[in-house]
């Protein structure tokens, strides 16, 4: 009896964790795929979790008791997973040694396709027919056993896997740095985990012999080894493609673990085992799983939230922990332009509801110009007239709560920055209330209005304040040339390239030149996306120095210029022509600098519709700018052959 219970025990512990194997391979499938899609070693990484996922998801849909028929079913269908993972593994070695820059001359590409050829021959043979594996009945349960093709099936997969450790091999010693070699190292110890969780070990067992207690303990050991394995497996692999830094995809990589498979194997843990321990405690096994798996996340969900800085600060950031908190900090601190808007209408309702007032508004002071951005009641009116109160700014200057300025029937005060001795007193918006009669305030109203100017001059000055961070990091963020894909190059030897390949420097990549762009329109008239952009670092750049007296800037602006004029088509301009519509946005965003709302009615469009097209505009210039790259290398690459020739 005792031994019976240990059996079952040992049966639902090795469940459980095929289980687990296919949660932590799916999951890693799925964040390979969304991921680093673009990447040659995700795609082939894919193909192997694939194989993995397949071969463990009919273990278990057979251990959930299903008929014998539909057990032969699943047990041939995992031959899918079984059969293509010996040449999933060498696609993903031979795509490692790519990656390190020994490329196919077309032998390795022949040789990977001849093997998912055979691997597809396998998946027929098992599916079709029984010359590989043949139905027998064990321990009163159908099973597979070996048939004569099975020996060629294991010399096939140990051939494959040699295959596959020479290549790691030979891509480890192409590693130039301590870190991509100390990777592939990791790549070598776990690449034939998958192999030996998908191998059919229990074809060559005597009937009944994989439920034996020592089959059963090997065979649950060996799926703690595969679970721990793929996930080790999964952190080498998580770095190639990648466009971040190293430290964001480890974070990445954490977090996913965390929330992603480790929950779903406390799920699966849960229900397999609440189902066997209800029956002790006399309990519904169906109601109390339910309670049991909401208690156990809720409550997973809370550790990994009190784990996690921890972790960070370990096994992530170590002794960049401090800065990195600094700038986590900030963005914890910084409210968006619609919270800080939110946070002013609230101030306007409040005093509107203390004065007894019908109309309150803000303005902000944008290049010496007014700009309605928060209004209520009648102060609605004044939106559509916000120019009118350039005229006021001069009688601002002396207003005060005791005397505001009256305007139209408002009372005017001015607002000025709350921080700093240089541009303490400035003045960067207008508070208008409505009067409530045409004298001054009374003592009691001037308290109010104090107070109210006070709290809207300081959310003001915060969202001046942000306006100019924000700039600040669009200017900035895209100068940051260090880069995984960058790095690629120092990381591994040179790229094998034939000898009659010109020798041309290589295009920048589109999506940094897209950035890079971006940021140079925003700062056009000077600013950081300007002053340190990598565009000054472009041939065209360089060869438009001499006509603008060698200053980078003024270059840049100059090559900005021609291709926005590559924008604009022929014949009369017409602001409602969508052939118009990629250079008028440039133009009067950018080159004359108008507000999205003027240039949206300009254009006759909604603000989300503008914003669509300014990014399509962006990237219509950045593809500008690289055909012009490329003529200018070309015409540099034949200046150098013709003074060489000479």
């Excluded at 600060?313 to 800080?340: C, H, M, P, V």
């Excluded at 409040?350 to 928060?374: M, Y």
């Amino acid at each position: 009896m005792t031994s019976d219970l240990f059996v079952s025990f040992l049966d639902l512990m090795n469940e459980t964790l095929a289980a687990a194997i296919v949660i932590v391979a799916a999951s890693l499938l799925l964040y390979t795929i969304t991921r680093n899609a673009h990447d040659r070693v995700a795609r082939a990484s894919a193909m192997v979790l694939f194989a993995v996922t397949t071969a463990y998801v009919c273990d278990v849909l057979t251990g959930l008791r299903p008929t014998d028929e539909a057990v032969l079913r699943l047990l041939r269908a995992q031959w899918l997973g079984i059969a293509l993972a010996p040449a999933a593994l060498v696609h993903l070695s031979d795509a490692l040694l790519d990656t390190t820059g020994l490329p196919s001359r077309g032998r390795r590409s022949r040789t990977l396709r001849l093997m998912y050829l055979i691997g597809t021959a396998f998946v027929i043979a098992a599916m079709f027919s029984d010359i590989l594996v043949g139905p027998i009945e064990s321990a009163g349960r159908p099973a597979l056993r070996a048939m004569p093709l099975m020996a060629v099936f294991a010399a096939y997969t140990v051939v494959a896997s040699g295959f596959a450790l020479i290549n790691v091999e030979r891509a480890r010693r192409r590693c130039l740095t301590r870190s991509t070699r100390r990777r592939m190292g990791y790549l070598e110890i776990a690449l034939l985990t998958p192999i030996v969780g998908v191998f059919p070990f229990s074809a060559f067992f005597a009937p009944g012999g994989e439920f034996t207690t020592g089959a059963l303990v090997l065979v649950i050991i060996a799926n703690i080894f595969v679970v721990l394995m793929l996930l080790f497996l999964a952190y080498p692999l998580s770095f190639f493609g990648s466009r971040i830094p190293d430290r964001a995809v480890k974070a990445d990589l954490l977090r996913m673990v965390l929330r992603g498979p480790a929950t779903g194997m406390l799920i699966v843990a849960v229900l397999f085992f609440t189902s066997r321990a209800t029956r002790i405690f006399g309990l519904v096994s169906s109601e109390f799983a339910v309670f049991a798996v909401v208690t156990v996340v809720l409550c997973w969900q809370w550790i990994i939230d009190l784990m996690l800085p921890l972790l960070d600060r370990w096994l992530i950031y170590g002794e960049e922990s401090e800065q990195f908190n600094k700038i986590q900090k900030l963005n914890r601190q910084l409210l968006t332009r619609a919270d800080l808007l939110s946070l002013m209408e609230g101030i306007l309702a409040q005093a509107r509801n203390v004065l007894r007032t019908s109309g309150a508004f803000v303005a902000a002071l944008t290049d010496s110009t007014p700009e309605v951005i928060s209004a209520t009641g009648r102060g609605h009116d004044i939106e559509d007239r916000a120019s009118d109160l350039s005229g006021a700014l001069g009688g601002l200057k002396i207003a005060t709560v005791a005397q505001p300025l009256l305007w139209e029937g408002f009372w005017l005060l001015p607002l000025s920055r709350q921080r700093g001795l240089i541009n303490g007193g400035q003045m960067i918006g207008v508070l208008g209330l409505q009067a409530t009669h045409d004298s001054a305030p009374t003592a009691d109203e001037m308290a109010v209005i104090a107070r109210v100017r006070r709290r809207v001059a300081r959310a003001l000055d915060d969202m001046l304040l942000q306006s100019e961070v924000v700039a600040a990091l669009e200017g900035l963020l895209p100068q940051f040339a260090t880069s995984r894909e960058s790095n690629r190059e120092d990381e591994y030897q040179p790229r094998s390239t034939p000898a009659a390949e010109p020798n041309l420097p290589a295009l920048p990549d589109r999506d940094q030149i897209v950035e890079q762009v971006q940021a140079a329109l925003r700062h056009y008239y000077g600013g950081p996306g300007m002053t340190k952009s990598r565009l000054l670092d472009l041939a065209v750049v360089r060869r438009a120095l001499e006509f603008n007296v060698n200053e980078p800037v003024r270059a840049l602006r100059s090559v900005l210029d021609r291709a926005i004029e590559l924008q604009r088509p022929p014949g009369e301009r017409d602001w409602r022509s969508q052939d118009w519509l990629i250079y008028n946005i440039l133009d009067l965003r950018y080159i004359k600098k108008q507000r999205v709302r003027e240039v949206a009615n300009r254009l006759y469009m909604s603000d989300a519709n503008l914003y669509r097209k300014q990014n399509l505009a962006i990237e219509a210039v950045a593809d500008s700018l690289l055909r012009m790259e490329a003529d200018a290398l070309l015409e540099e690459a034949t200046e150098s052959e013709s003074k060489s020739v000479l």
